[in-house]
């Protein structure tokens, strides 16, 4: 990937990246770090990733990258002062504006989606807030096609019972 496809690349995709780590890691900063170690990993290895392939290469890595941050976190809880896990919870998800303007729905549908696991999260997320077509998950996941399709109807079916358990009505 020469430099001008690298830049075109970056523009294309960074808030695409962004937006998926926000979503995934509920928090902005890491959110934010995550974003741009994928973009620099992307500037690493670019003699290696095509144009067309940057964009599933790019949420491959920052998928990579939350799930990490993920499990660092579970560790970290694990050993940490009580009140630092709850200062860091606290921390971690939406402001009062945010929740506010999103209304009960969506803060159903976040609690929801917070209730599933890591996998099920991301692969909502990628289907159906990114919009992401089939092939390009399973290439971003690393899965055959059928079971992304399993996985998929699953996890939607988890999330279902999560918004009904919360009062919301399909």
């Not at 690493?44 to 392939?53: F, I, N, S």
């Not at 899965?143 to 999560?162: D, I, N, V, W, Y």
């Amino acid at each position: 990937m020469e430099n001008a496809a690298f830049e075109k690349a970056v523009l294309e995709h960074k808030d695409r990246v962004h937006a998926y780590a926000r979503m995934m890691l509920k928090n902005a900063a890491e959110a934010q770090d995550v974003a741009q170690e994928a973009l620099v990993r992307l500037w690493t290895h670019r003699a290696k990733v095509d144009v067309e392939g940057s964009r599933a290469w790019l949420l491959r890595t920052t998928h990579n990258l939350c799930i990490d941050r993920i499990r660092k976190r579970k560790v970290r809880a694990e050993v940490a002062d009580p009140d630092d896990a709850l200062r860091a919870h606290a921390d971690s998800g939406p402001g009062p504006a945010q929740l506010s303007a999103a209304g009960d729905l969506g803060r159903s549908i976040e609690k929801a989606l917070k209730k599933l696991s890591e996998q099920d999260r991301a692969v909502v997320l990628m289907r159906e807030v990114q919009q992401m077509p089939y092939d390009e998950i399973a290439d971003v996941l690393g899965l055959p096609m059928g079971t992304l399709k399993a996985r998929l109807h699953r996890a939607r079916e988890r999330l279902r019972q999560a918004l009904i358990r919360s009062g919301v009505t399909p």
